[in-house]
């Protein structure tokens, strides 16, 4: 499950915002000031995304914001009671990814941060991304638990594609004038060659979740089994 830290000095809101991202199916680090919300986070590098109140003791929002950005671009949101805007800019010049004014609702709060985590290509949920696999469309970078999978740019803006919208079938004809474009002429089984060379770089990962869907294309599945 993907980690977030909740900092906040007061006790009721940093537990109200932490049950419902509890049950959503986050968990939760929970730091009473910005000192212990930096120590969280140097010791939990992985974390998916930072709620930072502003007005917190030790260290203020702002500040966290800074040394955490410094050091990481993890999606930060920052939570407090202040609406002026100089506190929104100074929010998001510190490295703010989001800003949000108390009282809140914790339900809009959820969606906020699930649309954070998305617009940062971070959500990851139960599966951890794509069951493991990590796509960087910037960097042409994939990697399996961490590891770099070495692919051909063809091979890469296959599997891209077909992540794009996962269980959905892609027939070798989309696949050929997405990747090949539309002026290739050559022979469409060369989608066929570069899957199965795919599939063998992604080893198990690709045995259970690349299919081949018979007489029509190619997919990516959550279960083999289905």
């Known amino acids: 499950m993907s980690k977030i830290i909740v900092a906040d000095d007061e006790q009721l809101i940093r537990s109200l915002v932490s049950d419902f991202l509890e049950k959503a199916g986050y968990t939760v680090l929970q730091a009473e000031d910005g ?6 986070f140097n010791e939990n ?7 930072l109140d502003i007005m917190m003791p030790e260290l203020d929002g702002w500040e966290v914001c800074r040394r955490i950005r410094s050091a990481s ?3 930060i949101m920052l939570l407090t009671a202040r609406s002026q805007d100089f506190d929104q800019i100074t929010g998001f010049d ?12 914790p339900v809009v709060l959820v ?3 699930e649309a954070l985590l998305r617009r940062n290509g971070a959500l990851k949920s139960e599966k951890e991304g794509l069951w493991g696999l990590v796509i960087d469309p910037e960097a042409l970078d994939v990697r399996l638990d961490g590891k770099k999978i070495d ?12 992540s794009q919208a996962v269980g959905r079938v ?16 050559g022979d469409i089984r060369t989608v066929d060659t570069h899957v199965a060379r795919l599939r063998t770089k992604l080893g198990e990962w690709g045995e259970a979740h690349l299919k081949t869907v018979y007489a029509v294309g190619y997919k990516l599945q959550e279960n083999s089994d289905e």
Do not use: N
């Open 170 to 185: 892609y027939s070798r004809e989309q696949l050929l004038d997405d990747v090949w474009g539309y002026d290739y002429f």
């Open 35 to 40: 000192a212990k919300a930096l120590e969280l």
């Open 73 to 75: 671009d993890v999606p």
């Open 94 to 105: 510190s490295g703010a990814d989001d800003y949000v004014t108390k009282p809140f609702s």
């Open 111 to 113: 969606k906020r941060v």
């Open 45 to 51: 590098r992985d974390v998916a995304l930072c709620i």
């Open 151 to 162: 692919l051909t740019v063809k091979e890469f803006k296959i599997l891209e594609k077909l």
